[in-house]
Structure formats: C-alpha cells, structure tokens
C-alpha cells in the first residue's frame, strides 16, 4: 500500500468528490490550490456544471476516463458509497480529506485492495512533500 506522499507523486488526474463552487470552503480552496500544482481536478458534485475549469460529474462512475485518486470531501456517512464508486469505476486509490474518518469506506476499499488515505489533507501533504506536477 502507498503512502500519502506516494500517492500524490503517482498521481495526476483526481476526482474530487463534493468539490465546492464556494471559495471559502476547504472543498474548494485544496482543489485549486492542487490544481495550480499541476494536478487534473475532475470535479464531482451533483449541482454544478462547471468548476475549476472543468465539466463537473454527478458522480465517479459518470467520469468517462480513468482517475489516479479519488479525494473525498463528503460527511463519513457518505464515504462508502463513494468507495463504491471509485472500486466501480477502476480508481486504484480514495483518500478521505482532513476530519473524515469512515471504517466502512476503509474495509471496502482494502478488502478491494485500493490505496486508503483517511483524515489527512491533500494539500498540507503535498506542501510537507514538497510534490508539485507542475
């Protein structure tokens, strides 16, 4: 299993599930802020169009090309499902944002064998790991 550092130095292209169109939401700031570092944001959530850039999808299944890392800003009741999702649709990796914790998502996922982030953020990661695809 990769470590968090790992996984965003692997990692190019990450669908961000509950990505926010509200700039003063982590859910939208770690994002950007990832996105400016050199990352592909794919942006999922089921009410907007267009974020970062990007066409916005309703849900990981919908994305109709691969995904390095499935980022997860959603309450922890929703992370099983999102887990779900990203086994579905082939992600080899879910990370769970700063705060969310789910032992649910992190059965599902390692019983399916995908790499498992939990409570960490994206951001703060790639600033302590210095990584950048830019």
């Not at 130095?9 to 169109?21: E, F, H, L, N, P």
């Not at 700031?29 to 970062?52: A, C, K, S, Y």
């Not at 929703?78 to 649709?89: G, K, L, Q, W």
Request: with cysteine.
């Amino acid at each position: 299993m990769r470590d968090a550092q790992q996984l965003l130095a692997d990692a190019t292209v990450i669908a961000v599930v509950g990505a926010s169109r509200d700039p003063r939401k982590a859910a939208h700031t770690v994002p950007l802020q990832m996105q400016r570092h050199g990352w592909r944001i794919i942006p999922v959530n089921p009410f907007v169009d267009e974020l970062f850039g990007e066409r916005v999808y309703r849900s990981v299944a919908e994305i109709p090309f691969p995904v390095d890392l499935v980022n997860v800003f959603r309450p922890a009741a929703d992370c099983p499902d999102v887990v779900r999702d990203a086994i579905a649709a082939g992600a080899p990796a879910v990370w769970l944002q700063l705060d969310i914790v789910s032992p649910e998502a992190r059965k599902l996922a390692t019983e399916a064998g995908l790499d498992y982030v939990e409570d960490r953020c994206t951001a703060v990661e790639r600033a302590v790991g210095n990584i950048s695809k830019a």
